[in-house]
Nanobody
Framework: QVQLVESGGGLVQAGGSLRLSCAASERIFSINDMGWYRQAPGTQRELVARITSSGSLNYANSVKGRFTISRDNAKNTVYLQMNSLKPEDTAVYYC???????????????WGQGTQVTVSS
């Protein structure tokens, strides 16, 4: 079973930076869209940023100009560079990927286990 393994969360002061990483746990055939979502207590999970296999980008308005998503297709990894962090960015961050595990298999959606990001004021 393919897993998405996340790293890079933690506690940071407002104005600081963090970099999240998410990598597939084994060799796979292809990955289409990859993205990051977040969920704060008592709220619904929301899209933070998304990147297609061709490099097209999509950001939530609340993070535009502060966060940057990128991917390394050779490493099956997606990154989220978060700068100028605010207390309202505090949430559990989840990576998401559309993966075809084998050349003959259909594309499926996979989620990471989540990593906590806490921004103190």
């Amino acid at each position: 079973q393919v897993q998405l393994v996340e790293s890079g969360g933690g506690l940071v002061q407002a104005g600081g930076s963090l970099r999240l990483s998410c990598a597939a746990s084994e060799r796979i055939f292809s990955i289409n869209d990859m993205g990051w979502y977040r969920q704060a207590p008592g709220t619904q999970r929301e899209l933070v940023a998304r990147i297609t296999s061709s490099g097209s980008l999509n950001y939530a308005n609340s993070v535009k100009g502060r966060f940057t998503i990128s991917r390394d297709n050779a490493k099956n990894t997606v990154y989220l560079q978060m700068n100028s962090l605010k207390p309202e960015d505090t949430a559990v961050y989840y990576c998401n990927a559309q993966i075809s595990r084998y050349s003959w298999s259909a594309r499926s959606t996979y989620w990471g286990q989540g990593t906590q990001v806490t921004v103190s004021s």
